[in-house]
């Protein structure tokens, strides 16, 4: 297997069609312990991945064993370095789907927590989710918020130029699928103006 990526929690290798997420051991935990986070973070992944699985794009799970997740390889555009560079007409159709799937994510209690344009691919026709390693469970409309006051940052980090428009359209898809616009983009404002007072202080 050839590696493709390697974060601190986690290295990807990639043989043929399928992608392997192992996780990797820290040597400052207990080893017993370090084994029991490791079993239970895959374990939880590979859950989310297999719900989200029924509603929105993600790569299909093939296997799990304590510390791996086997995959299927999605073939396609990785956003973040391609978005800027593409049309108007594809920018808008991926952001969208960006917008849509999200917000399925939400209505179904499924907080993303990661989400970066780093995360997504898009294969020409879907947007493929591919990342849930620090996604959780909520239904709560902060965290709603908060996941969404993260994309913005994660845009603008990443995107700067355009982040203003990405977001915009994003949002706009998000507002037409998501349950209870009102409550989170009304979170959202509150959550914004907390990330602002934290800056100046």
């Keep these: 297997m050839a590696i493709i990526a390697q974060g601190a929690e986690a290295v990807l290798e990639k043989e043929k069609d399928i992608v392997n997420k192992k996780r990797i051991s820290k040597t400052y935990r207990i080893p017993e312990l370090d084994k029991e986070i490791i079993k239970l973070r895959t374990k939880h992944e590979a859950r989310i991945l297999e719900k ?3 509603f929105i794009p993600v790569p299909k799970i093939k296997e799990t064993t304590e510390n791996e997740i086997k995959m299927d390889f999605i073939y396609g555009k990785k956003i973040s370095t391609e978005l800027d560079r593409m049309s ?4 808008l159709e991926i952001l969208f789907n960006f ?13 993303h927590n990661d989400l970066t344009t780093s995360n997504m691919i898009w294969d020409g026709k879907q947007l493929y989710f591919i990342d849930f390693g620090l996604s959780f469970h ?8 908060v996941d969404l006051h993260l994309l913005k940052q994660a845009l603008e980090s990443k ?3 355009n982040f203003d ?17 009102e409550k989170i983009f009304e979170r959202l404002k509150k959550v914004e103006l ?4 934290k800056g100046k202080h």
């Design 138 to 145: 909520s239904d709560k409309i902060e965290d709603k918020a």
């Design 52 to 54: 989200a699985s029924k």
């Design 194 to 197: 907390r990330g602002r007072y």
């Design 165 to 181: 428009f990405y977001f915009k359209e994003i949002l706009n898809s998000y507002k037409k699928h998501i349950n209870e616009p």
């Design 159 to 161: 995107h700067s130029k």
């Design 99 to 111: 917008g849509k799937n999200l917000a399925l994510l939400h209505n179904k209690g499924i907080i």
């Design 88 to 91: 108007k007409k594809e920018q």
